[in-house]
């Protein structure tokens, strides 16, 4: 089961420095809310008039007004630093050893295999749970909603780099374990990346309003040891094969 | 400083009188606004809902408009309701600078942003193949199919509407001092000029228009350019337009007898509004015919 | 003015009656209640799709609504909640409360004033029309992306215009207060004498002069790409659909501030009421105030970390969005320090300014956690950012509304609210509140996209906790209602002074505040 409490178990570099930036920022603000609310229930407690509390008149204070506007100041410089090198390493997209172009359709996601093991599969992704799981006819499944006919493919250890596009409105292309959402902008690419370093299958979802469907289109990626990934690509390719050849034969003359 | 005493007759502050006006005019918006949905969707009501719209709107403002004058000209407004047009008209033409800068701000994202993207990068790459990043341009692909359009030229019409509302600028600015110098021919002669000057504008404009639909094949679906174009000089106009309504407004006024040299806000207002529509038309004959 | 031409000019005719009173009225009171009426019938509208919503989300599968009109009631429950509930809940206070802590006759324009109102009733029978014409309601979210929206049927279309009929009355509201504010303070009262409460209206309304008619034109961008063959938001035509996030929250983050900055105010103004002290730095609060508005203007593509800007851009928005928590923090530690050392009680109005408080500091704090860009990417259009604009919003914004009307309710009606019923709302509110939105941190952290029908199973539990809390939290608001009613038919009489520690200029009117007050201006020292 993934983490129910927090961030799913992150299976990239990435994914992890997100988990460890989020545990940091929790617990500062967890110390300054116990600091703060601290004093305020002090206050509530002893301060209050039924027991006897006479009301001072002080206010206005520049060394304290000054030092809780520093302070803070110097805290968020402690937050921002880590914070600004994810970033530049999330957007390093450089040197990919295998590229992938993500489709958005509504309501399916289109894998295209641009470059590196594997360059030229293609394929549509979508949905696979049966819809009498979802009106309530039968048992849900343990992957509900989370599962594809054909899923995302990729070795274990490479970087990847994903390209996003979309071809009708925007959609967003989200896998948590590896810390990864890229919007999918019709008319636009974008790109984004992650090295998986952990064999398994992972689970996402659209996350970006597209219409009726939105809450249908999942994300499943499959992450294989190279000699798996070599083998899947080569039946891909057999079976793009034989489906190219029986094409060949009887083009309906309407196209 | 809750310690208080009333002082009598502080510079009393006019509070008008219930008015029906608002209500008018709430209903006169609903109309419209559910006419045009309903116009934009081919629902046969739709129209007609909307001109009842437009016609109560016509009968509010009039009405409305009509009891400020009275009043004001009556002598009810004190100094600080004067003080408080001010304010109020600075802010609302404030309020009209953002929304055209929504536009501008496509213009200029457009412009220097978006066009350069699509065709440059992955984006040239993978999508649109051969695209070149020139300006104007109707996009990579215009979906209607639209062929290629001529862009507007800047120093045919447009220079000439330049020209015409940089003097109506001057003509009204001269009627001003007529104002304030009490040489009322001055000031209906400048006024009347003002309001000549913007109805050629208008009509150049519109001559333009069409112009750009017959022959340059220019047209509100010719991509981004063809959207900026019209949605600016579009808006644009239609802010001439009231302007150039309020002036007439204050010529009728004027003939009437209206104002003084010192108890003239709604003239002022009037010219304030005329002068930030100039400007809207300066950056606008910079930005989208010039560069 | 001498005295007699005034009483001739202003002698008090009996007006209309009946319903054409109201209709008619240029009483910033009257119009102050009718914002406030208006705007609690809109957030029980708004309500009950958030029920409908949490009905349908109580258990995995579809069982209430299918999925299009699950799409349409998240996003009418957006746009009832923010332009039908809160935001004139906010300026009926400020109808009613600035003049009186001003020393105004009234507003500065009082026609205008009740056009402002009397413009928000069309535009919610075009916005909760929608749903009945064919296609039913926008279902694009609350934010109106394009190209959704562009998809969109008839309802799209009447959205828009509700949009723009309830920017002109926004527009229109704001320079009314920006010029009452400015042009009809009594003789003494400087600016910075001026309630906090005026403050921030003050600045609130400058930021709806900005930002309003922003959200007009990306609308009708909209609504020309949608019916005019325009390509703004269209990459084919040389657009871009990113283009209109940036549009859009060019507005929506200043309006996240306009939602918030007059709840600090009337927070600070209960608080020294309540502790018999003083506010700690009034100067300050003023300075954070503005500071908070300014900042507000450079930080909206922290709702776009992941359209995929340059890193440039990221960290950009990243930093300046942090910068917000250091004025934001700045109050939180002013209310704190006025409340030490003060003799403190806590009547209704108190509970509810130090419920404010301390929820929604939570709510800052998550909001914090999702500047930062690599944190967003993970919790971006999930359930950790619906806790935190709840948070905020709920908890921030409705909680400030309460405790000020609990406050002025003896100005307003002559009665002290029940303080048994008043507390009890207060607690029902505060624990519901955290069953149903705490979870969702929780659901959005191990992964639940906010705007679905339906979820994965290891969501069920805690979905099925905020649904039980929904209903909770709805209910108990049924609570306020009944101490409104029961407030305004009689109970306990109000001395002009409601609240012992309560200062103000409002609290030297009688209680109720008669209907024209301050006719003659006030001297304050
Ligand atoms: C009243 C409304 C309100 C308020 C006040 C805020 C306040 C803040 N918000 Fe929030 N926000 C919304 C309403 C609001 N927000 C809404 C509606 C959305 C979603 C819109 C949508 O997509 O539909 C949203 C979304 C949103 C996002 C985008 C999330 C996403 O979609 O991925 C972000 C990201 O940066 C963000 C950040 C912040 C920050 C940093 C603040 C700060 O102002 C908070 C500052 C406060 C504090 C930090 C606490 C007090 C401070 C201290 C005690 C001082 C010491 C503290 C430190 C030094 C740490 N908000
Ligand atoms: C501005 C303020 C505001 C307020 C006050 C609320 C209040 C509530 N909101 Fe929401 N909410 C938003 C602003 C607000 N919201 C926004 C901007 C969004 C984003 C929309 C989008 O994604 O586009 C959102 C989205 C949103 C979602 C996510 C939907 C989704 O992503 O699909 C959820 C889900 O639980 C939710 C729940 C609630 C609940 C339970 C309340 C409760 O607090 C409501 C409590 C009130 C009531 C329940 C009414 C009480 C009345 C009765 C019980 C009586 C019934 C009477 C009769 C029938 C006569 N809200
Ligand atoms: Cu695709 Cu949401
Ligand atoms: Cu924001």
Known sequence: MPARYNLQAPVTGIAEQINDMHTLMLVICLVIFIGVFGVMFWAMFHHRKSRGAVAANFHENTAVEIAWTVIPILILLGMAWPATRTVIEMKDTSNPDITVKATGYQWKWGYDYLQGEGEGIRFLSSLSTPRAQIDGGAPKGEAYLLEVDKPLVVPVGKKVRVLLTANDVIHSWWVPAFGVKQDAIPGFIRDTWFRADKEGIYRGNCAELCGRDHGFMPIEVHVLSAEKYTEWVRLQQAATAAVEQASLVPQSPAL | MSQTTAVRGFDHYFVPEPSKYPIFG?????????????????????????????????????????????????????????????????????????????????????????????????????????????????????????????????????????????????????????????????????????????????????????????????????????????????????????????????????????????????????????????????????????? | MAAVTHEQLHGHHPGPTGLMRWITTTNHKDIGTMYMIFSFIMFLSGGVMALTIRAELFQPGLQVVQPEFFNQLTTMHGLVMVFGAIMPAFVGFANWMIPLMIGASDMAFARMNNWSFWLLPPAAVLLLGSFFVPGGASAAGWTLYAPLSVQMGMGMDLAIFAIHIMGISSIMGAINIVVTVLNMRAPGMTLMKMPLFCWTWLITAYLLIAVMPVLAGAVTMILTDRHFGTSFFNAAGGGDPVMYQHIFWFFGHPEVYIMILPAFGIVSQIIPAFARKPLFGYASMVYATASIAILSFAVWAHHMFATGMPAAGQLFFMYATMLIAVPTGVKVFNWVATMWRGAMTFETPMLWATGFIFV??????????????????????????????????????????????????????????????????????????????????????????????????????????????????????????????????????????????????????????????????????
Request: with cysteine; aromatic share 18%; proline share 4%.
């Open chain 3, 360 to 525: 929604f500091t939570m709510g800052g704090f998550t909001g914090l956690i999702c500047a930062i860009a690599p944190i967003d990417i993970q919790v971006q259009d999930t359930y950790y950012v619906v806790a935190h604009f709840h948070y905020v919003l709920v908890a921030g914004s409705l909680f400030a509304l309460f405790a000020g009307a609990y406050y002025w309710l003896p100005k307003w009606t002559g009665h002290m609210p029940s303080e048994g019923l008043g507390k009890l709302h207060f607690w029902c509110s505060i624990v519901f509140f955290n069953i149903t939105f705490f979870p969702m941190h929780f659901l959005g952290l191990a992964g639940m996209p906010r705007r679905i029908p339906d979820y994965a199973l290891q969501f069920a539990d805690f979905n099925a906790m905020a649904s039980i809390g929904a209903f909770g939290f709805g209910l108990s608001q049924l609570i306020f209602l009944v101490v409104v009613v029961k407030c305004v038919r009689g109970g306990e009489r109000a001395a002009a002074r409601a609240w012992e520690g309560a200062e103000g200029l409002e609290w030297t009117v009688p209680s109720p505040a008669p209907h024209h007050t301050f006719e003659e201006a006030p001297i304050v020292r």
């Open chain 2, 26 to 291: 709430s209903a006169a918006l609903l109309l419209f606004g559910a006419g045009s949905a309903l116009w934009l969707n081919d629902v046969a009501s739709g129209p007609w809902l909307f001109f009842a719209g437009v016609a109560i709107l016509i009968y509010m403002l009039f009405g409305w408009f009509g009891q400020v004058v009275r009043e004001s000209e009556s002598g009810q407004y004190g100094r600080r309701v004067g003080l408080s047009f001010r304010w109020s008209m600075g802010w609302f033409i404030f309020s009209e600078v953002m929304f055209f800068a929504a536009f501008f701000g496509a213009l200029f994202y457009a412009r220097v942003l978006s066009v350069p993207w699509l065709a440059s990068g992955d984006n040239a790459a993978l999508l649109w193949q051969g695209f070149s990043s020139a300006w104007p341009t109707s996009g990579p692909y215009t979906p209607s199919g639209a062929e290629p359009f001529t862009p507007m030229g800047a120093w045919g019409i447009p220079a000439i509407n330049t020209l015409i509302l940089l003097t109506s600028g001057v003509t009204l600015t001269w009627a001003h001092h007529g104002l304030l110098g009490n040489r009322r021919g001055q000031l209906k002669l400048g006024l009347f000029a003002t309001i000549v000057l913007g109805a050629v504008f208008i009509g150049l404009q519109a001559y333009e228009y069409g112009h750009a639909y017959a022959d340059l094949n220019l047209r509100l679906d010719s991509g981004i350019y063809g959207s900026t174009f019209y949605l600016l000089t579009g808006f644009h106009g239609l802010h001439v337009t009231i302007g150039a309504i309020m002036l007439a407004v204050m010529l009728f006024r004027v003939l009437a007898g209206h104002f003084s040299p010192q108890h003239h806000f709604g003239f002022e207002a009037a010219a304030w509004y005329w002068h930030f529509v100039d400007v809207v038309w300066l950056i606008l004959f910079i930005v989208v015919y010039w560069l």
